[in-house]
């Protein structure tokens, strides 16, 4: 079972930021050879357009300690379900901006801040998936 809690785009980013994750990201998506995103089990869905947006970590490949070392914060965003494999756009930075670029000005960042959309968090007892602490 999964909590869900209803909020504006605007509204949920700032929810997010303020909550902390004891295991934030738990799932591996490749890009390629040199790039994995590290996203998190948690995620936002906005019914309107049908999409998903998660948050995750951009890890490159550190030749020197012969591993994934985390570089910087994105955005990963799904059309369909969310098989880790088929994201359909990453960006670096939240999830208004993020969904701004994506839609390439067809919706305006005042209409976008408002949109409807659901914080969607695994249960506790779910194995592998983050849980928030909410202090």
Known sequence: ?????????????????EMEFEDRCDEIV???????LLISGWYVFIPSL????RAGVACVFDEEAG???????VTVLYEE?????????????GF??????????RLP????ETLEC?????????????VPDRK
Do not use: C
């Open 81 to 93: 379900e969310l098989d880790t494999e088929q994201w359909i756009y990453y960006e670096q930075d």
């Open 118 to 130: 659901h914080l969607v968090m695994p249960d506790e007892d779910e194995p592998g998936r983050a």
């Open 1 to 17: 079972m999964k909590n869900k809690t209803k909020y504006r785009l605007g509204e949920v980013e700032e929810v997010v930021s």
């Open 67 to 73: 591993m994934y070392m985390p570089d910087f914060d």
């Open 96 to 105: 208004v901006v993020t969904l701004g670029n994506w839609l390439n000005g």
């Open 109 to 112: 960042i005042s209409n976008i």
């Open 50 to 53: 049908s999409l998903y947006l």
């Open 30 to 36: 490749e890009v390629d050879d040199d790039m994995q």
